[in-house]
């Protein structure tokens, strides 16, 4: 009161006085707390949106909406995703289905497809309603690093592939390029130095630090990926041990090189190039195994800087392809010593094949998988008796048998069938044996010798005929001598008057039988090259058409008689009568033959003798020759028979039947 009086007892005012310290105090930290979160979330590229069971959107942190709008009225899967309905996979459905959190995986098309895991928590509001929290977490780097994995995997799972060495090496180029972001990538194999002599850039550098040191080996360029996959660059396909960054790479003066400064980098020598291409980086890693020498580099450029985890990646990935290289390089060799050893035994012109201790075949080679009919790959697993007569196929084991026993190579001739002929062939049986000296099998080389038996045995005939021959020479002119005293005397008693009848049958018998006597030593003469003979110029169809009628005679009307003359036939300088008397016997052997008829055909032709034909036959001299030939179609003769149809009086007739063919008068 202004009065300075006071009244006591009485309520003049009500007051309230609340302490509002620990609220505001209170808002300020959790306004704090949502600038830290929000801070958080989008420093780690988080985001947080709330939406309710339809789907509509509830919040969305500040630093989300900025890329994608006022989420007000909006459904999430159109404000995000920009579809019409659910994304398929949805945790919203799930989360507040079972009331536990859902994680899955989106890709926001968005934000250059950028991958997200995404939390789907399910709470109720003060209202009792259920709604879901949705933590996005950026697993950018995650996805990468799995996709390097994967990548890298791949690598690895492609260099156990088959293939060659250059493939693979390619392989890994081009997964270092495609991992690792890489300009381009590139690997040397140490190699013997082969292009010294033949252009080769740095074997012509005489002096300064690049001057080629070794020249019995150096790094070739085989694989190249990114940029340059081209592998002839005049200065890169050849790189010598010790040279530029790659050489000393290799000979170890930089084992491992990284740098993230190529256009300033001392080590590198072309910084000009560097930074025209705008290169920023570069990595080289020897590649050699844990004991033993350098077998070549893996380097690469990049336009970035290289990390120390990609800097490990790459050494691991080193690391795993040099026993990779090693085996595929030992393979490599091992089929080209294959390559060659079966070049080697496909163009051999014997025969070949390997047996197991059993008498099982493990392979051979092509000339004689076509005799069997087979291709050389079949024969694995198939005996003797699958191919031939089983009296054959249990020699040819038994052959095995007894050479793998006395553990010897064995030489042998040996009958064989070829396209269902009887052959004769030179076998050699070897033993194989392995690292303990164990027979494990045996080895088979043959080779066809039926030309030289048949050789052999032409040249043994050739021989017996020369023997008949001289004998027949030798005494043909005594015995005519003989004869022609006999067949005097007999003609000379003929003449004798008064001689009594019976005397007369006798001397005619006597001079008959000279006169076949005679025929007969004339034979000898001709076959052993004595008798004068009077060879004339003529031609053989003259010779069979002024036969024809003797020689219809001489087989009878059941056999029909069939001459084949050529036109314009070379002329021949022959004994007619001679000729004439083969052309007679031949004709008088068909007759017999063919007791109840058929057909004897006399064909002349011109023919050419080729070397070859010679070879074969070695009487024959190679030239221009006329050709007569006689066919019937009677019983034929048997090999045997052949084999004696030139010898003088052979005959397969009872005795005093036949004196032979005739064909002794032309052998030779």
Same mark, same amino acid.
């Given at each position: 009161?202004?009065?300075?009086?006071?009244?006591?007892?009485?309520?003049?005012?009500?007051?309230?006085?609340?302490?509002?310290?620990?609220?505001?105090?209170?808002?300020?930290?959790?306004?704090?707390?949502?600038?830290?979160?929000?801070?958080?979330?989008?420093?780690?590229?988080?985001?947080?949106?709330?939406?309710?069971?339809?789907?509509?959107?509830?919040?969305?942190?500040?630093?989300?909406?900025?890329?994608?709008? *006022?989420?007000?009225?909006?459904?999430?899967?159109?404000?995000?995703?920009?579809?019409?309905?659910?994304?398929?996979?949805?945790?919203?459905?799930? $989360?507040?289905?079972?009331?536990?959190?859902?994680?899955?995986?989106?890709?926001?098309?968005?934000?250059?497809?950028? /991958?997200?895991?995404?939390?789907?928590?399910?709470?109720?509001?003060?209202?009792?309603?259920?709604?879901?929290?949705?933590?996005?977490?950026?697993?950018?780097?995650?996805?990468?690093?799995?996709? &390097?994995?994967?990548?890298?995997?791949?690598?690895?799972?492609?260099?156990?592939?088959?293939?060659?060495?250059?493939?693979?090496?390619?392989?890994?180029?081009?997964?270092?390029?495609?991992?690792? *972001?890489?300009?381009?990538?590139?690997?040397?194999?140490?190699?013997?130095?082969?292009?010294?002599?033949?252009?080769?850039?740095?074997?012509?550098?005489?002096?300064?630090? &690049?001057?080629?040191?070794?020249?019995?080996?150096?790094?070739?360029?085989?694989?190249?990926?990114?940029?340059?996959?081209?592998?002839?660059?005049?200065?890169?396909?050849?790189?010598?041990?010790?040279?530029?960054?790659?050489?000393?790479?290799?000979?170890?003066? *930089?084992?491992?090189?990284?740098?993230?400064?190529?256009?300033?980098?001392?080590?590198? &020598?072309?910084?000009?190039?560097?930074?025209?291409?705008?290169?920023?980086?570069?990595?080289?890693?020897?590649?050699?195994?844990?004991?033993?020498?350098?077998?070549?580099?893996?380097?690469?450029?990049?336009?970035? /800087?290289?990390?120390?985890?990609? *800097? $490990?990646?790459?050494?691991?990935?080193?690391?795993?392809?040099?026993?990779?290289?090693?085996?595929?390089?030992?393979?490599?060799?091992?089929?080209?010593?294959?390559?060659?050893?079966?070049?080697?035994?496909?163009?051999?012109?014997?025969?070949?094949?390997?047996?197991?201790?059993?008498?099982?075949?493990?392979?051979?080679?092509?000339?004689?998988?076509?005799?069997?009919?087979?291709?050389?790959?079949?024969?694995?697993?198939?005996?003797?008796?699958? +191919?031939? /007569?089983?009296?054959?196929?249990?020699?040819?084991?038994?052959?095995?048998?007894?050479?793998?026993?006395?553990?010897?190579?064995?030489?042998?001739?040996?009958?064989?069938?070829?396209?269902?002929?009887?052959?004769?062939?030179?076998?050699?049986?070897?033993?194989?044996?392995?690292?303990?000296?164990?027979?494990?099998?045996?080895?088979?080389?043959?080779?066809?010798?039926?030309?030289?038996?048949?050789?052999?045995?032409?040249?043994?005939? $050739?021989?017996?005929?020369?023997?008949?021959?001289?004998?027949?020479?030798?005494?043909?002119?005594?015995?005519?001598?003989?004869?022609?005293?006999?067949?005097?005397?007999?003609?000379?008693?003929?003449?004798?008057?008064?001689?009594?009848?019976?005397?007369?049958?006798?001397?005619?018998?006597?001079?008959?039988?000279?006169?076949?006597?005679?025929?007969?030593?004339?034979?000898?003469?001709?076959?052993?090259?004595?008798?004068?003979?009077?060879?004339?110029?003529?031609?053989?169809?003259?010779?069979?058409?002024?036969?024809?009628?003797?020689?219809?005679?001489?087989?009878?009307?059941?056999?029909?008689?069939?001459?084949?003359?050529?036109?314009?036939?070379?002329?021949?300088?022959?004994?007619?009568?001679?000729?004439?008397?083969?052309?007679?016997?031949?004709?008088?052997?068909?007759?017999?033959?063919? /007791?109840?008829?058929?057909?004897?055909?006399?064909?002349?032709?011109?023919?050419?003798?080729?070397?070859?034909?010679?070879?074969?036959?070695?009487?024959?001299?190679?030239?221009?020759?006329?050709?007569?030939?006689?066919?019937?179609?009677?019983?034929?003769?048997?090999?045997?028979?052949?084999?004696?149809?030139?010898?003088?009086? +052979?005959?397969?007739?009872?005795?005093?039947?036949?004196?032979?063919?005739?064909?002794?008068?032309?052998?030779?």
């Amino acid at each position: 009161r202004e009065d300075a009086s006071r009244e006591y007892g009485k309520i003049c005012g009500v007051g309230s006085f609340n302490d509002m310290t620990e609220l505001t105090r209170a808002q300020e930290e959790l306004l704090a707390l949502k600038q830290r979160l929000e801070f958080i979330l989008g420093a780690t590229r988080t985001g947080l949106d709330i939406i309710d069971s339809n789907f509509n959107m509830v919040y969305i942190d500040p630093e989300w909406a900025k890329t994608y709008g *006022d989420p007000q009225g909006r459904k999430c899967y159109e404000y995000f995703m920009g579809r019409g309905e659910v994304c398929p996979g949805c945790g919203i459905a799930k $989360a507040l289905r079972t009331k536990q959190p859902v994680v899955t995986e989106e890709i926001l098309a968005r934000e250059n497809n950028r /991958p997200v895991q995404v939390t789907t928590i399910p709470f109720q509001n003060e209202k009792g309603e259920w709604l879901v929290a949705e933590v996005n977490a950026d697993i950018t780097e995650r996805k990468r690093a799995e996709e &390097h994995i994967r990548k890298l995997n791949e690598v690895q799972a492609a260099l156990h592939d088959p293939g060659a060495l250059r493939e693979k090496l390619k392989r890994i180029t081009d997964g270092v390029v495609d991992i690792f *972001d890489a300009d381009f990538a590139r690997i040397w194999l140490t190699r013997p130095g082969d292009l010294c002599e033949s252009g080769c850039m740095h074997a012509e550098v005489t002096e300064g630090p &690049h001057v080629c040191r070794s020249r019995d080996r150096c790094l070739h360029l085989l694989a190249s990926s990114g940029r340059y996959t081209h592998l002839d660059g005049k200065g890169h396909r050849r790189v010598p041990f010790g040279c530029y960054k790659i050489g000393r790479i290799a000979s170890g003066q *930089d084992a491992a090189f990284l740098t993230n400064d190529v256009a300033g980098d001392p080590r590198v &020598h072309n910084h000009e190039w560097a930074r025209a291409l705008g290169l920023v980086s570069f990595a080289g890693y020897q590649l050699r195994p844990p004991h033993g020498e350098t077998i070549g580099v893996l380097a690469l450029f990049s336009k970035r /800087p290289i990390s120390s985890e990609e *800097d $490990a990646l790459l050494k691991s990935l080193s690391n795993l392809i040099v026993p990779v290289i090693q085996a595929t390089q030992a393979d490599d060799a091992l089929r080209k010593s294959e390559h060659t050893y079966r070049t080697l035994l496909e163009n051999l012109p014997q025969k070949i094949f390997l047996k197991d201790a059993n008498s099982v075949y493990v392979s051979c080679n092509e000339n004689y998988a076509r005799d069997l009919g087979i291709n050389a790959d079949e024969i694995a697993g198939k005996t003797d008796y699958d +191919f031939h /007569p089983v009296e054959l196929a249990e020699k040819y084991r038994a052959d095995d048998k007894r050479t793998m026993e006395l553990g010897n190579p064995e030489e042998l001739e040996e009958p064989y069938v070829q396209d269902g002929q009887r052959k004769w062939v030179h076998t050699l049986k070897t033993p194989v044996r392995d690292e303990s000296g164990k027979v494990m099998g045996i080895l088979g080389i043959f080779w066809d010798i039926t030309e030289k038996k048949n050789l052999e045995e032409q040249l043994r005939q $050739a021989q017996k005929m020369e023997a008949v021959g001289r004998l027949a020479g030798g005494v043909a002119h005594d015995f005519n001598n003989l004869l022609t005293v006999i067949g005097g005397n007999a003609e000379l008693a003929a003449m004798t008057p008064l001689l009594p009848e019976e005397a007369g049958r006798h001397l005619t018998g006597i001079m008959q039988a000279s006169e076949r006597a005679a025929d007969l030593t004339r034979q000898l003469l001709a076959f052993s090259r004595r008798q004068t003979l009077a060879p004339r110029v003529v031609s053989l169809n003259d010779v069979l058409s002024n036969m024809d009628k003797m020689l219809r005679r001489l087989i009878g009307e059941d056999i029909e008689l069939v001459t084949l003359l050529a036109k314009d036939l070379w002329a021949v300088r022959v004994d007619i009568s001679q000729m004439e008397q083969v052309i007679a016997n031949l004709a008088v052997n068909a007759r017999d033959a063919m /007791p109840h008829g058929g057909k004897l055909t006399l064909e002349t032709a011109n023919a050419h003798l080729d070397a070859e034909y010679a070879r074969l036959y070695p009487d024959a001299t190679p030239g221009e020759y006329v050709m007569l030939a006689i066919r019937d179609t009677g019983c034929g003769m048997t090999h045997e028979v052949k084999a004696h149809i030139f010898e003088p009086f +052979f005959t397969t007739k009872e005795v005093g039947k036949g004196t032979g063919l005739g064909l002794s008068t032309c052998y030779g």
